[in-house]
Antibody, heavy 122, light 107 residues
Framework: EVQLLESGGGLVQPGGSLRLSCAAS????????MGWVRQAPGKGLEWVSA????????YYTDSVKGHFTVSRDNSKNTLYLQMNDLRADDTALYFC???????????????WGQGALVTVSS | DIQMTQSPSSVSASVGDRVTITCRAS??????LAWYQQKPGKAPKLLIY???SLQSGVPSRFSGSGSGTDFTLTISSLQPEDFATYYC?????????FGGGTKLEIK
């Protein structure tokens, strides 16, 4: 069974940092592109970032460029999101997602984790 | 960036009704569109991909159509478990973008 388990969320002050992790199981992690999607409380879905299967190519939504970094460790079957200089509007539930392809192109997310809650507040 | 606009933002319907949700892209995305269902407190679930292909395990009462800029998700006969929020997502180009969502409520 494909599973994605996020960890690392929590309460952080504005300007602070957090690193989210996503442990993957049930599939050959190194074959698939991965990503992050977030959902602010009571709001819709927002794509945040993606990374191809090798970790060579990364992609970001404009609002997080320069202060979020996505990476992966294929030897540990784990996806990461390093979040720096956090702002109040980064407060959201962050979902780890699996793409059905390697990252040559992206078409859909067929598996989602349950999410990690990040709250940015003083 | 490609903007995705869903309509309506909410709809009330009864069990057995046929419901159609629309998603419009601000520029052509060919068939690079997916639909997701999200229930309260749960992660989204993939329903439809490349505009009209049904994800494995999804009931056949769900269908998708469209290409270019205009797309629809249709539920042919609503079941109690279908009351949820639905999102479209374009996969044509980065940044990937979602529609604002359509909340399907029980009448």
């Amino acid at each position: 069974e494909v599973q994605l388990l996020e960890s690392g969320g929590g309460l952080v002050q504005p300007g602070g940092s957090l690193r989210l992790s996503c442990a993957a199981s049930g599939f050959t992690f190194s074959d698939y592109a991965m990503g992050w999607v977030r959902q602010a409380p009571g709001k819709g879905l927002e794509w945040v970032s993606a990374i191809d299967n090798s970790g060579t190519n990364t992609y970001y939504t404009d609002s997080v460029k320069g202060h979020f970094t996505v990476s992966r460790d294929n030897s540990k079957n784990t996806l990461y999101l390093q979040m720096n200089d956090l702002r109040a509007d980064d407060t959201a539930l962050y979902f780890c997602v699996k793409e059905v392809n390697s990252g040559t192109y992206f078409s859909r997310f067929d598996c989602w984790g349950q999410g990690a809650l990040v709250t940015v507040s003083s | 960036d490609i903007q995705m606009t869903q309509s309506p933002s909410s709809v009330s319907a009864s069990v057995g009704d046929r419901v159609t949700i629309t998603c419009r892209a601000s520029q052509g995305i060919r068939s690079w569109l997916a639909w997701y269902q999200q229930k309260p407190g749960k992660a989204p679930k993939l329903l439809i991909y490349v505009a009209s292909s049904l994800q494995s395990g999804v009931p056949s009462r769900f269908s998708g159509s469209g290409s270019g800029t205009d797309f629809t998700l249709t539920i042919s006969s609503l079941q109690p478990e279908d009351f949820a929020t639905y999102y479209c997502q374009q996969a044509h180009s980065f940044p990937l973008t979602f529609g604002g969502g359509t909340k399907l409520e029980i009448k």
